[in-house]
DNA sequence: GTGAAAGCGCTAACAG
DNA sequence: CTGTTAGCGCTTTCAC
């Protein structure tokens, strides 16, 4: 029942561990006859190369280690898909850490990936979301990224100077809510994102700089932060509606909370995009699914994957890289803008 | 910047590596004083044991290997998250793989975690969902199955008298359709399913036999089954729409299905739940935000996930195992249905 | 309590 | 082409 090991079948082919170790990574010519009596016998007894020795012994693993939020969240597993893709290719498997949003499962996290010696690590979702991160937790990042080949995935960290990878959600933002002013529309809100948040904050700005682009007034009462869930959607739709003056659009934070505003508001009897247009962030799986269908910026998840592992890997490899691969979101128009009633 | 080890840390403390294992793994009894100074210098360094050296000596490694189809579809992300939740708190970690639904991938996957070394299997989605897998796909997992603990989630192989825990299909759609003849349905269609998968068989048996018990006719041009993707539910509704003789209500094979049906439904001019009630399968996340929300049958993803490492845990530790454990769904009733117009 | 030494299974000089 | 041998870093008897 003992597993089979390099030794037995080099005692059974009479040839030497060097030898078996050889045909099995081809690191050396091997005499032809002989590499088939080995394979032959490797294969008749099944034998499984123990990854765990191979890995000690040659001090790598060809395992990445990925860190995010939330697995839960759609974004995600569409961003790992395309990691998954991109490294499967390149013959690495992965370690996939869910840190729940708690930032001292990253710091727990980040040690296990230490101790178990992945060769590289993705950074995505918590502390580098902050706007403002802790000292000590930027701090803590650094010492590793120092020891090991890391690259954040669409955040940053303050002052630290790591090799990231994100999508432009300047840019994107700025997509969706031109698409609304070109649609006519002059009065716009905002909502959702919690504040302290770096995208809440970028994605914000943009909108701002639209809206004084078109010569537009920017009203407070209609930029309305909250979280990144489907209910910020509903309760701060619900604000808006309560107010006298109304906007006739609103450019959402995520996909989530512009789900929730368009539900909120189709409750409440309006109609979307009719009487009033929604954009989202991200294109989730199920927005081109939605009654109206979403009109949202695609970040391109699964590209974003890949990207980041490319970049990882010219990381571990040591090649010269770019310190910020930035990726262009798309916007796409679906059925949930249209241009504003006239009154 | 060498990685320190236990050699390094039992030289600077003067003591031998066997003492600092000790103190590492708390295995037997260290004077206090001297512990003391082992775990000072450790933190000092920042000592991280390597996990593959001491995996390699142990033989266990503390790691779960976890086999999916497709992490992209939400329903997986649930059950991964109970999973993690369950493997957390007991201090294991896993090795994801996606197979993309490709039976090699399985294979690959399979042997790969064989030389990593995991501790265990659980193995979901591919060929464990066929009404009639190759025997040469079974026989492959059941050689696995003997040489390590594996547990089947939600899907079976036939004579392999393997391990599992699933939900009870066949119950949670009994659930479903007894709730539309309750309403007052009398004719009810069924949506969505590759016919050659186990769930679609199962769920559809459950149908008939409701629809039996209550002395309804089938009509099997009712009865449509394809694949499981929103666009399927789309399609098959134009199908009924089509006919003449069409249905008050219809059961899907799950939520995506479902979402796809009432899309297809509603955009051709009728109301869900007025003019056709649907319910479908699974509960997913959005299923709760849609228009009108979905009434559906909950599989507690997270529960079976959790389960399903309990389950895995008992076979790697040698206790008794139920064959199979046994989870029962729930009817979660929302919006999209309702009684029938009465004509 | 603590140390010496033999593994765990594989890779990689080095020598031939 | 092939064999010998010394690691890789930790755990675990077995003595003392």
Redesign the interface.
């Known amino acids: 029942m003992k597993q089979v090991t390099v030794y037995d079948i080099a005692k059974e082919a009479k040839v030497s561990v060097a030898t078996v170790s050889r045909v099995l990574n081809g690191t050396a010519p091997v005499r032809a006859s002989t590499r088939a009596k080995i394979e032959a016998i490797m294969h008749r007894h099944q034998f499984?190369?123990?990854?765990?020795?191979r890995?000690?012994s040659k001090k790598e693993?060809g395992i990445i280690g990925v860190i995010l939020p939330d697995?839960?969240n759609?974004f995600?597993?569409?961003v790992?898909?395309g990691i998954?893709q991109e490294g499967q290719e390149t013959g690495y498997?992965?370690?996939?850490c869910?840190t729940m949003g708690q930032y001292d499962k990253e710091s727990e996290f980040l040690?296990?990936m230490?101790?178990?010696?992945v060769d590289g690590i993705l950074f995505m979702g918590g502390r580098i979301n902050l706007n403002d991160c802790d000292e000590a937790l930027v701090q803590e990042v650094m010492e590793h990224a120092n020891?090991i080949p890391l690259v954040l995935v669409n955040g940053n960290l303050k002052n630290a100077n790591l090799t990231r990878v994100a999508t432009d959600e300047y840019a994107g933002t700025m997509l969706a809510v031109r698409h609304l002013i070109e649609l006519g529309h002059t009065r716009i809100g905002f909502i959702g994102g919690e504040s302290h948040m770096a995208t809440t904050m970028v994605k914000m700005r943009a909108y701002r700089k639209c809206l004084r682009e078109a010569g537009l007034p920017i009203r407070e009462e209609w930029v309305l932060p909250d979280d990144f869930s489907?209910d910020a959607g509903n309760r701060q739709m619900q604000r808006l509606l309560s107010q006298t003056e109304r906007p006739t659009a609103v450019c959402c934070v995520n996909d989530f909370t512009a789900?929730?505003a368009?539900?909120t508001a189709?409750?409440q009897g309006m109609r979307v995009p009719d009487d009033i247009s929604i954009v989202g962030f991200d294109d989730i799986?199920?927005a081109r699914?939605?009654?109206p269908e979403l009109t949202t910026v695609s970040q391109q998840a699964s590209e974003l994957g890949r990207t980041a592992v490319q970049v990882l890997r010219q990381l571990i490899n040591q090649e010269r890289v770019k310190k910020l691969t930035s990726l262009s979101p798309r916007l796409v128009i679906r059925q949930s803008t249209a241009s504003p009633r006239s009154e």
């Open positions: 499984q190369p123990n990854a765990l020795a890995s000690l693993t697995i839960t759609s995600f597993p569409e790992f898909s998954m498997t992965f370690f996939l869910d040690n296990i230490r101790e178990k010696r020891k489907v789900i929730g368009m539900k189709i409750d799986v199920l699914h939605f009654i």
